[in-house]
Nanobody, 124 residues
Framework: QVQLAESGGDSVQFGGSLKLSCVVS????????LGWFRQVPGVERELGAI?????????SYADSVKGRFTSSKDYAKNTLYLQINSLKPEDTAMYYC????????????????WGQGTQVNVSS
């Protein structure tokens, strides 16, 4: 059974930092493309990944988060991370991790597996 479990969400002030984690189980971690998505309450989830990392470790980011978000992964722990710096109120959202064999599918939001999300709240 495939499971993706996010954690690390919190309520922080403008300019703060957070590190989100996503523990992946039930699939060959090193063979999947992984991504982070977010959804604001009452709004549809952003279609594209805000951050992605390929099976080989190549990262990509949406323009809206470039320079502030960093995705990484630990093969020994089967864990995906998202370091978020210089948080802004508009970063307030539920953050999800997702996995797919194809990075094209992850980027387009058509991942095969999804976590339940972790909430990030940023106050001004």
């Amino acid at each position: 059974q495939v499971q993706l479990a996010e954690s690390g969400g919190d309520s922080v002030q403008f300019g703060g930092s957070l590190k989100l984690s996503c523990v992946v189980s039930g699939l060959p971690f090193g063979e999947y493309c992984l991504g982070w998505f977010r959804q604001v309450p009452g709004v549809e989830r952003e279609l594209g990944a805000i951050a992605g990392i390929s099976d080989s470790g190549t990262t990509s980011y949406a323009d809206s988060v470039k320079g502030r978000f960093t995705s990484s992964k630990d093969y020994a722990k089967n864990t995906l991370y998202l370091q978020i710096n210089s948080l802004k109120p508009e970063d307030t959202a539920m953050y999800y991790c997702a996995a797919a064999r194809s990075c094209a599918n992850v980027v387009r939001g058509k991942a095969s597996y999804w976590g339940q999300g972790t909430q990030v709240n940023v106050s001004s």
